[in-house]
């Protein structure tokens, strides 16, 4: 599956920007997704996770209470609501997934190893 990750952009500090994660071709529901970040001049990072049906989600310690991760399998799209953005934050974002196995896969995954498919990434850039 081709994944095309979008809306990243250019924000101050302290505002917010929501990318969003599409397959061309197929149905995102059998999927578990995850978003990952990398800065320049580091490797690539795990941010965020989501089960195929949404109802499991993880994030890593340093955006817990100002990223969420959400779908909406109707339209086919998983998003990442990033509030109170930080020039830290500052990186190319991510899309992967995963096709889960059974119905009962109803877990998230936070390895770089754990997705078979990812997109081409979208910039993100806070300045300060």
């Known amino acids: 599956v081709q994944l095309q990750a979008s809306g990243g952009g250019l924000v101050q500090a302290g505002n917010s920007l929501r990318p969003s994660c599409a397959p061309s071709?197929?149905?995102?529901?059998?999927?578990?997704v995850g978003w990952f970040r990398q800065a320049p001049g580091k490797e690539r990072e795990y941010v965020a996770a989501?089960?195929?049906?949404?109802?499991?989600?993880d994030y890593t310690d340093s955006v817990k209470g100002w990223f969420t991760i959400s779908r909406d399998n109707a339209k086919n799209t998983v998003y990442l609501q990033m509030n109170s953005l930080k020039p830290e934050d500052t990186a190319v974002y991510y899309c992967?997934?995963?096709?889960?196995?059974?119905?009962?896969?109803?877990?998230?995954?936070?390895?770089?190893?754990?997705?078979?498919?990812w997109g081409q990434g979208t910039q993100v850039t806070v300045s300060s």
């Open positions: 071709g197929r149905t995102f529901s059998a999927y578990a």
């Open positions: 992967a997934a995963r096709l889960i196995s059974c119905f009962y896969d109803t877990f998230y995954y936070t390895s770089e190893d754990d997705y078979g498919y």
């Open positions: 989501i089960s195929y049906n949404g109802d499991r989600r």
